[in-house]
């Protein structure tokens, strides 16, 4: 299998598709591999060490197009991050499959396969090419990073001559991946941790980083949807969760919100009003800004004051943290792309695995993938 490694379009990102580990065990496995020159760049992966790797450096873009039967770069959420793709070549990436259906349908009219890292199935055996899990992962650790610079205290509890500081008291909301990481990240900071989540199943997770779960007079029961998401809350039981999380929020220094449900806007958890009973200093950082956000004051990609609370919306927190998130989301895709070759090395699409069929997004001018088909109507 021909493969390219491009230089991400995308704005802000910084993460590259392999990193030379990656290609390494690629190579070992009879893949013919491309980098674009300065890819790896921004994560710390120097064209060098990708030479040392078995790949080959092509100094423009164009280069490392022609030719390739797969195309591999982090982000392709836009149409300009496609540009010089050509029927018939397969992209592997993040491209945000379940927001825009009109936009796959042109792409897949161009006739370019699409494969979209975020509809890899939740089952045990693409469990090692989760991307979305890798980027949780950082984002929930990073997030709570943010939080500790933004917040005017400190985490931990210190005895000191001068006095006695209590610790910081932290709440995350959806304790998932990203939220199970990030009361993880504030216990090893010393905080007093708190979590919330509508899936039972969260509960005894939550108590194994070392957090208190909070109970509500609410069914969780029933908020398990397909593949361990969570479904979809209606209005009626969103409205009564905020009214009992009102004074729970009030108590807290720092809140960490994940709350997501795939394809759709993120529930708000938290409104204007639950703001202004928060303790003035107190921070929110709201994971789910890039879905219109868990606080309804939350600005995407923005950091304000409102009411002395700090709202952060922060986006593509993995970009910031590019070396290990380079490590993980590389690895991902060596899993997906070993999983994808034949024994001759080649690239072989097998319809009737349950992988393919849920990822590949477009394909010979069709869409495939049932959820994008879904949304088609
Ligand atoms: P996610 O990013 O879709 O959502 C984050 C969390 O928000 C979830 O835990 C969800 O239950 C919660 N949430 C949604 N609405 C909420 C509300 N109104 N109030 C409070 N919380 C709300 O989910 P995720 O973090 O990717 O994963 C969730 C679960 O799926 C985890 O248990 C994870 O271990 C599991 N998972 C399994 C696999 C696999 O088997 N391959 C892969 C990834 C995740």
Avoid: W
Wanted: net charge negative.
């Amino acid at each position: 299998m021909k493969l390219s490694v491009l230089k991400d379009l995308y704005p802000g990102e910084r993460r590259v598709a392999l990193t030379p580990a990656n290609v390494a065990a690629l190579c070992a496995r009879g893949c013919d591999i491309r980098v674009e020159a300065g890819a790896g760049e921004q994560a710390g992966f120097a064209d060098e060490l990708y030479i040392e790797s078995g790949a080959d450096i092509v100094m423009t873009r164009s280069e490392a197009l022609a030719g390739s039967e797969v195309l591999l770069c982090v982000n392709a959420s836009r149409n300009e991050d496609l540009d010089g793709f050509c029927a018939g070549q397969l992209c592997i990436a993040l491209m945000d499959p379940l927001s825009d259906s009109a936009r796959f349908k042109a792409l897949a009219e161009r006739g370019l396969s699409l494969l979209a890292l975020e509809l890899v199935p939740r089952i045990s055996r693409a469990q090692s090419m989760d991307v979305l899990s890798s980027i949780a992962t950082i984002a929930g650790y990073k997030a709570v990073l943010l939080a500790a610079e933004a917040a005017p205290r400190i985490f931990p509890m210190m005895m000191t001559a001068a006095g006695t500081l209590n610790p910081a008291r932290v709440f995350v909301m959806g304790a998932g991946v990203a939220g199970l990481q990030a009361a993880a990240t504030a216990r090893r900071l010393g905080a007093v941790v708190e979590a919330y989540d509508v899936r039972a199943a969260a509960r005894e997770q939550i108590i194994s980083v070392g957090a208190r779960p909070i109970e509500l007079d609410l069914p969780t029961a029933a908020a398990e949807g397909q593949g361990g998401y969570a479904a979809a809350q209606d209005a009626d039981f969103l409205t009564r969760q905020r009214e009992q999380m009102t004074a729970v929020l009030a108590q807290q220094d720092i809140v960490i919100t994940t709350a997501a449900i795939p394809g759709s806007q993120a529930p708000v958890l938290i409104s204007a009003g639950m703001v202004a009973a928060m303790k003035p200093g107190a921070v929110i950082v709201d994971l789910a800004a890039e879905r219109g956000g868990n606080c309804e004051l939350t600005r995407a990609g923005e950091t304000r004051q409102v009411e002395g609370v700090t709202i952060m919306g922060p986006l593509n927190l993995a970009a910031t943290v590019p070396m290990h998130a380079s490590q993980m989301h590389g690895r991902n895709i060596e899993n997906l792309l070993l999983h994808l070759l034949n024994a001759d090395a080649r690239l072989q699409l097998d319809f009737d695995d349950e992988i393919v069929a849920d990822t590949l997004v477009s394909h010979q001018g069709e869409i495939c993938a049932p959820r994008v088909r879904e949304r088609l109507g």
